[in-house]
């Protein structure tokens, strides 16, 4: 008897539907997703059922679990500015490239006059010691109006009220519209377990910057029926 | 796997020159495998839960604060947070005769209390949300006239809730309670800065913790 012979067919298929998902997928992705900001420390804050997001805007106070605050602001051109007065205030040095270096580098966490070494360092050894830092000093005894953190709070409110009135200013000229909710807001990431007395501690410094409305962040919580 | 046929020249003098068939089937593999590479690549690292905020208004810092006028605690509730997760409330005025009860962060806990001590304004407000389910949205007077009700409601609530909290006390722990007055929508509810005062630290001290 004859083998009975399988006819030879290519073992290929067509993958164009496949490569259509895949691509529509990577699409997708690629679009919805935002990247993580680089964080000296993690942080994982309580839940909240609130629906309300993040603004666009932030002046961001972070605070980890032993009190280490850290601080951020979103938006470049304020960070620019506030940093500049700041030098002048503390009599810091920087040279241009390190002002730039500064803005790019994220939350920071320490003293105004620890910047110039810091800064000096290469990439992969600055983000060790920022985790290493000791976070920007605020003091909520008599003193308040000396810690760093009040100065940084204070000039950045002055600076972004002024950014957001040339901005307005400059929509009305041009006669476009104006997002007027488009400002700097203050913005509190504290962990579960910081206990709250520090979290009221680094408020009333805020608040002595008189700021007195925060957004805090929280987790999201599926709402109760 | 694209063919490629050999000897196409068979056709013989004289007769028309064909172009050459070829496939046009391209090797997608690679294509597929760099799209699969990228899809997981996004899929792992992007973030889907923003964080959400919670808004918070503090009364601005006042030098002097002698003239202040403390919220009135008669019919108040005061909640107690402490440390270990634990939780407490008291109506009224604190005595030594008050009780003091612990309660805990569930369900059946703070939410049901808050809810019971805060009906009057929740019925209320439920029975302005279902007119406003009715009313048109574009009908703006209306829709308007419901919002300065729900307002009114509010201020009129006649439900005060103190929060204090010691110095064991977590940020979650305030958050948390700050949350279920969202739920039960408490209207007014202060926190307190001073932290427990000396009966209040007493009787606490007395409730043994729960196993």
Redesign the interface.
């Known amino acids: 008897m004859p083998k009975v012979k399988m006819p030879r067919s290519?073992p290929?298929l067509d993958?164009?539907p496949?490569?259509d998902l895949?691509?529509l997928?990577?699409t997708f992705?690629?679009l919805?997703?935002?990247?993580?900001s680089p964080e000296p420390v993690f942080v994982d804050?309580?839940a909240?059922?609130?629906?309300?997001?993040?603004?666009k805007q932030v002046f961001l106070v972070t605070?980890d679990e032993t009190g280490r605050v850290f601080i951020d602001i979103t938006n470049a051109a304020v960070k620019e500015k506030v940093l500049r007065d700041l030098m002048v205030d503390y009599k810091v040095g920087l040279s241009e490239e390190e002002i730039k270096k500064f803005i790019g580098s994220g939350p920071l966490g320490m003293r105004l006059a620890e910047l110039p070494s810091f800064l000096a360092q290469e990439a992969e050894k600055r983000a060790k010691i920022a985790e290493a830092a000791a976070g920007v000093p605020y003091d909520t005894a008599n003193k308040i109006r000396t810690c760093e953190l009040y100065n940084w709070v204070l000039k950045s409110r002055v600076v972004a009220d002024n950014d957001f009135k040339m901005r307005e200013a400059a929509a009305q000229e041009k006669n476009q519209g104006f997002d007027k909710d488009n400002y700097m807001q203050f913005?509190v990431?504290?962990?579960?377990?910081?206990?709250?007395?520090?979290?009221?501690n680094v408020?009333?410094v805020l608040?002595?910057a008189?700021v007195?409305?925060?957004?805090?962040?929280?987790?999201?919580?599926a709402?109760?029926e | 796997m694209a063919e490629i046929q050999g000897g196409g020249d068979s056709q013989g003098k004289g007769g028309k020159k064909r172009a050459k068939k070829q496939s046009t089937r391209v090797d997608m593999t690679p294509l597929v495998d760099l799209a699969f590479l990228l899809l997981t690549f996004f899929v792992l690292t992007s973030t889907f839960s923003k964080p959400k905020v919670l808004r918070m208004i503090f009364p601005e810092k006042i030098e002097d604060n002698t003239n202040i006028k403390k919220p009135e605690v008669r019919d108040a509730v005061t909640i107690l947070v402490s440390g270990d997760d634990r939780i407490f409330y008291y109506t009224g005025q604190i005595s030594n005769a008050t009780v003091i009860t612990e309660i805990d962060y569930t369900k059946e806990g703070l939410r049901k209390l808050l809810k019971e001590k805060n009906f009057q304004l929740l019925t209320e407000l439920k029975k302005l949300q279902v007119k406003l389910n009715e009313t048109d949205e574009k009908d703006t007077a209306a829709v308007n006239k419901i919002d300065r009700e729900v307002k009114k409601l509010q201020k009129e609530s006649k439900l005060v809730v103190l929060v204090k909290n010691d110095d064991k006390a977590t940020y979650k722990n305030i958050i948390d309670v700050m949350d279920e007055f969202m739920i039960t929508q408490v209207a007014k509810y202060f926190v307190t800065d001073d932290g427990f005062n000396a009966i209040e630290k007493k009787l606490v001290a007395q409730i043994p913790p729960k196993k």
């Not at chain 1, 007195?212 to 919580?221: A, D, V």
């Open positions: 290519t290929s993958m164009t496949m490569v895949a691509f997928l990577v992705f690629m919805t997703s935002s990247f993580r804050p309580p909240s059922t609130t629906e309300k997001e993040i603004p605070i913005v990431k504290a962990a579960k377990d910081t206990r709250y007395e520090t979290v009221k408020i009333d608040r002595e008189r007195s409305k925060f957004q805090m962040i929280t987790g999201l919580e709402k109760p």
